[in-house]
């Protein structure tokens, strides 16, 4: 209970003097773009009404959970047959490096002339940014799997979908949820951006509408949005994290008690 306490004092204590020291900085501000916290916070509530939750924070989440899954998909299924052999990694690598080097967002108008600007855009840059991480982590977790574990399977016959379940993955799959956990990060922030491109709602488009029309206290509103999001995305992250790597954590803290 007591180590529970002091966790929650440490994850509550940032925050709390971050905002505090925001309120203290701009309680007496008079410009126009950086308001008082309190005007910002007086104004939340009016701007993010149920309605507008529905019509521009939904369908944000539902873009960057299909560009998510998809990088997720794409990434883990790439990145096991690079890393299991060497002679597709010799001739993938390049490509990849290439390819890498590549900014997302610069790839929007490119998306935009074959993807049009609807939906599949968004979901697609979104897909573009995030596979790198999850892809790269991939092949370096499958290339670390302990070769005496490999030649044990082997012995015993463990071989086709058996051994990739239960041994390539299992073995990879610390590295592929930190290649997840950075391509979460990464979608948010291409989320954002392919929603300043010919939207009509979302997250994006909701922040520069308030700063085009002026509404400067509601756009800082929407930049509160964006990161409580990320915030309980990091949390649900982190929730399921510790639920499929238990075993892993479990041998860590083994590890550590071990003399």
Known sequence: MRS?????VFAVALPALLVTGWWVASAGSTDVYWPPLRTILEAFPA?????RLRGDVLPSVLRLAGGYALAAVVGVAL?????SYRRVRAVCEPVLEFLRA????????????FAGIGDTMKVTVIAAGCVWPVLLNTVEGVRAVDPVMAETARSYGITGVARLRNLVLRS?????FAGLRQALSIG???????????ASNGLGFAIVQFQRGFAIPDMWTGILVLGLLGFLLSVVFQWVERRVLGWYHGLR?????SP
């Open 4 to 8: 529970l306490l002091l966790r929650l």
């Open 47 to 51: 701007v993010w009404t149920a309605e």
């Open 79 to 83: 990145g096991t047959v690079i890393g």
């Open 102 to 113: 590549v900014p997302p967002p610069v790839l929007v108008p490119v998306i935009m002339l």
């Open 188 to 198: 948010i922030i291409l989320m954002v951006i392919s929603e300043m491109f010919a």
């Open 253 to 257: 803290a083994s590890a550590r008690r």
């Open 172 to 176: 990879a799959s610390p590295q592929i």
